[in-house]
Each structure stands twice: as C-alpha cells, then as structure tokens.
C-alpha cells in the first residue's frame, strides 16, 4: 500500500506543479507572448514578407553611349523580362552612382560607345554591368538578367553570319547541345520555400527557451532567495518536477509545433511532401528535447532580461549552423561540432528533407537518432540541475528554521530575564 500511496502522491504533485506552471504561464504576459502569440504571429509575418517568393521588375538605369539599333535591341530585350525594369536613363557614371546611392534603381547597364562599331567589324565587346550588392537577390536577377539577354543576342548574331538555310540547321547551331532546365524541390526558385521550413523549425526552439527562461526569472524574482524553485511539499521529488514541467510546455508546443509544420506552409503554399507519421515521429523527440534544453538554459537564469541577452544572440548563428542559408559542407569542423549541441540542428535538416524534398524517416535516421540522444542526455542535465536546486532550497529552509530556533530560544532567554527581575 505505501507503494501506491507513493506513486500516487508522486502523480498528484506533478499535476500540482503542471497546474502551477499553466497559471503561470497565463498570468505573466511576457511568457504568453513567447509562449502563444509569437509562434502563432511570427511565421504568418515572415512566410507573408516571403510570399512573393522571387523578385521581379528589378530597377535599373541605363548609360547608353551607343545611341545605335543594337544597344535599343539590348535595352528592349531587358526590359521585356520579367526579372529587370529599365526606370532610368543617364547620361554618365556619376549620375547613375547616384541613383544607386539613393536606392531608387539596384544596378547599371552601361553600354560603351563602340558597342556596335565592335560588332560590325566582327571584333568582341562587353556590356558593363554594376549590382548593388547589398541584397543578393536584386544582384541575381540583374547579372542574370543582362547575361541571358547576351547569349540572345549572340545567338542571333551567329545565325546571321551562318546564313543557314533551313531553321533546324539553325537551331543545331546556336544549341548544339539541348539541355532541360528542371529544378528540383524548389520549382519556382523562390526564396520563402528556401528558407522558410528552417525558420519555422527555429522559431519552436527559440520561443519555448524564451519562455521557459521567463519563466524561471519571475521565479527567482519572487522567490526570497532568489531560488529556482518555491520551498513546498510538493517540489520535493525531482523527477516530479521535471514531469509536471514538461507536461505543460508539451502540451502547449504540441499544438504550436503542428501551427508552425503542418498548419503554415500550407497556408502559403510552401512544400508539403512529408507524410504525416513520419512528421508526427520527428516533432515528438525535437519537441521534448527542445524543453528541457530550456529548462537547462533556465539555471543559468537569474534575471528575466538575461533570456533575452542570451537566446536572440544566438538566433542568427544557429539558422547558419543548420546548413539551411550557408552550405553544411563550407561550415568549419568546429563550429560543425557546436551545432549538433542545439535540437534545431538535426531537426531542421530533417525537417527540410522530409517537407521539401519528400524523405522518408529512414533517410534522415541519423537525425532522429541525433534527437532522441538530445532529448534523453538533456532530461538527465535537466534532473541534476533541479536536483541541485532542490537541495539549495532545502538549505535555505533549513537555515531559516535554525534562525526561527535562535530567535525563539533569544524570546525565552529574554522572558526568564524578565521573570527573574520581577521576582
């Protein structure tokens, strides 16, 4: 029977504790912020920045010196496409640099006096191309843009020079060699379905340890030494901590986490190849081993601004470290090494495969294996942590009953004084 009794008291304070945590969470604003409205705001925000997916109608402005049929011929053909807008013509480079500078055109097509008089005479000329390099999208669709319209032009000029008879010896001539342009897992080349599926994955990990590391500020702040958790019965045991913890923030990131995978790139159209098992497999280790790398993260918390200090710094260097936006291969040993310490790593590498690219959870098994030794190696870190607190809150009340002892026995001390001196 004490068996049962044990196992039941243990239940009843993890459910205590979860019930504690819920309060919490919806009482402290900064918390339901993390914890609610920005995994629910912040995807719809970045996929609606992204929807366009490319960029088109890029401005540029021209510098014609040629003033011939030939360089009109250029200008027409890079305006009709759909990546390039001519908005401006100057006269020089220095009026051109200055459109640049004031951000009203993103590159400058300039064409040289002797465009056409080194064409006519059967002589190579260049068109000079200048890219703000600031946005690297901008610079992709001029510099393509202005290539393919050369390779046009080059192509016509062949044909004329040959004097081909028929149109296939023509065809034969300018691409001798056919080839067929298909892109893979990215159709449309677009941007927000390039890097979308690992912010989304980024944004779960960032905002749980957010809010678990608030959390645990208010905690110690309300706490009288500054303690991670509160001197009552029912924290006493660690592993009941730990559960009724975990049993909140699963239950809310449960459904956060089905909002930012299967919920969002839906709404925008993003690729959806993952089977829903499979999803269902890679979310429930990344989920469990995001919170309690949170709640490590939260011991080292001592004031609610310290969260924010630590975990948005770090933001941008784990998008990189995922080999999402910079090439896994290009990414230094090292650093290599630091990222497989964070969940999201193995998670949006994964996540992207399976949503993007249509795998199957064998063929990104040595992810999900990467998540469960996460998930078990961080509970363990997570049970000494609170152990440790357990045990610093138990010296402190033990302290406080000792000053409680001096200080009654100093009150009897004084009474016998008193007693004594009316005697």
Not at 149 to 165: A, D, E
Request: glycine letters at 4%.
């Amino acid at each position: 029977m004490s068996i049962f009794h044990n196992i039941y008291e243990a239940i009843s304070d993890a459910c205590y504790i979860w019930r504690q945590e819920m309060k919490q969470v919806v009482h402290d604003e900064g918390v339901l912020i993390f914890f609610i409205i920005v995994p629910l705001a912040y995807p719809l925000l970045y996929s609606w920045i992204y929807n366009n997916e490319v960029v088109r109608d890029v401005p540029v402005v021209v510098i014609d010196d040629s003033h011939t049929s030939l360089s009109r011929q250029f200008i027409r053909e890079c305006d009709a496409s759909a990546d390039v807008r001519v908005a401006y013509y100057a006269s020089d480079m220095d009026e051109a640099q200055m459109l640049i500078s004031r951000q009203v055109v993103r590159a400058i097509y300039w064409i040289p006096s002797d465009f056409a008089d080194r064409l006519n005479r059967m002589e190579q000329t260049h068109i000079g191309v200048y890219c703000d390099m600031s946005l690297m999208l901008t610079y992709k669709a001029a510099y393509q843009t202005a290539v393919a319209v050369s390779q046009h032009m080059n192509s016509q000029i062949q044909v004329k020079l040959t004097g081909n008879p028929t149109d296939r010896e023509d065809e034969v001539l300018v691409r001798p060699l056919d080839y067929a342009d298909v892109p893979m897992f990215n159709p449309s080349g677009g941007y927000g379905s390039f890097i979308l599926p690992g912010v989304l994955i980024l944004i779960l990990q960032q905002t749980l340890v957010l809010g678990i590391g608030l959390a645990a500020g208010t905690a110690r702040e309300s706490n009288r030494y500054n303690d991670l958790l509160p001197m009552q019965r029912q924290y006493h045991g660690v592993m009941r901590v730990v559960f009724g913890k975990t049993l909140c923030y699963f239950m809310i990131y449960a459904v956060m986490g089905a909002w930012l995978t299967v919920v969002v790139p839906r709404l925008f159209h993003f690729p959806t190849l993952a089977q829903w098992p499979h999803l269902l497999a890679l979310m429930l280790p990344y989920t469990l081993a995001c919170i309690f790398f949170g709640m490590v993260i939260s011991c080292m918390v001592r004031y609610r601004e310290n969260v924010m200090l630590l975990v948005v710094f770090i933001s941008v260097p784990l998008l990189f470290m995922t080999g999402v936006s910079w090439p896994q291969s290009n990414i230094p040993g090292a650093w290599q090494g630091v990222a497989w310490l964070f969940p999201s790593t193995p998670a949006a590498r994964a996540y992207v495969r399976m949503n993007s690219m249509g795998a199957t959870l064998d063929d990104v098994l040595v992810e999900y294996r990467a998540l469960w030794i996460q998930m078990f190696a961080y509970c363990a870190l997570a049970s000494l942590v609170y152990r440790h607190q357990l045990r610093l809150s138990r010296n402190h009340v033990h302290e406080r009953l000792e000053i409680m002892k001096r200080k009654r026995a100093v009150r009897e001390q004084m009474k016998a004084v008193n007693v004594k001196a009316k005697q």
